[in-house]
């Protein structure tokens, strides 16, 4: 029969993915105490997230196309040169779509196309991100969506928050204990809730580069990393 449990072995337990984790030792036969505590901490993100696209409008289907397949190929070039790994650029929507005239009481008139090719952009290490969408919009850009920023490996920050509420939820049962006469004498069981690691809070700018003269900056800030612990104790 499990009779204690370190930290080591509660934290290996508790992976940050994890929707629910839970450590369960054995029943208990004085008092019960349910505590639940919450460990948070604050990080800078190191990770941004941008979508860069590029619209062109033609007479023809294919036109706006070929167009659009140009200016989106210098654009993803740019951000190669700018030293942007392959990995980090992904497709994220390609359309076309015819465009018409509306005049009341007529039939609509076509009067081109519009061909849209957007891609999502992973950039490690956001001091730079500004000036390389500048770049981009010199190539051809002319959306862009973003940022959204936030923490790439948050595996170490996650424990310390979980530590810091293990640490809240036996200050608080102590207290507890106390005010009624008792003492702590073990914890009986451990759930993690969920560890929370929400993207920075998304600031979308959408707007149709028409030059780049002025720069572009990014400033990271801070984001807050939470995981929530509901502690069972024993009391007598």
Known sequence: MIRSLTLASLLALS?????????????????????????EVNRIPDIARISAGV?????????????????????IAALKRAGIAER???????SLNPEYRYVQD??????????????TVRFRDIAESGTILDALVAQGA??????????????????????????????????????LGMRVKRIVSVSEAGAATPPYPIVVER?????????????????????????????E
């Open 88 to 94: 980090d650029i992904q497709t994220s929507s390609i």
């Open 15 to 39: 992976a940050p993915s994890a929707a629910l984790a839970q450590v369960q030792l054995q029943s208990i036969s004085g008092t019960r105490l349910d505590v639940v505590a919450t460990g």
């Open 207 to 235: 707007m149709a580069m028409q030059d780049a003269s002025a720069s572009s900056k990014i400033v990271p800030g801070e984001q807050s990393l939470t995981t929530s612990l509901s502690v069972v104790f024993e009391l």
């Open 106 to 119: 007529q039939t609509p008139v076509l009067t081109g196309y519009r061909a849209s090719n957007e891609v």
């Open 142 to 179: 002319n959306q862009i969506n973003g940022p959204m920023l936030s923490i790439d490996k948050p595996d170490e920050a996650l424990d310390e928050a979980r530590k810091q509420a293990l640490t809240k939820a036996r200050a608080r049962a102590e207290t507890y204990a106390r005010a």
């Open 55 to 75: 619209v062109t409008q033609a007479q023809t289907a294919s036109a706006a196309i070929a167009q659009n397949a140009e200016r989106m190929n210098r654009v």
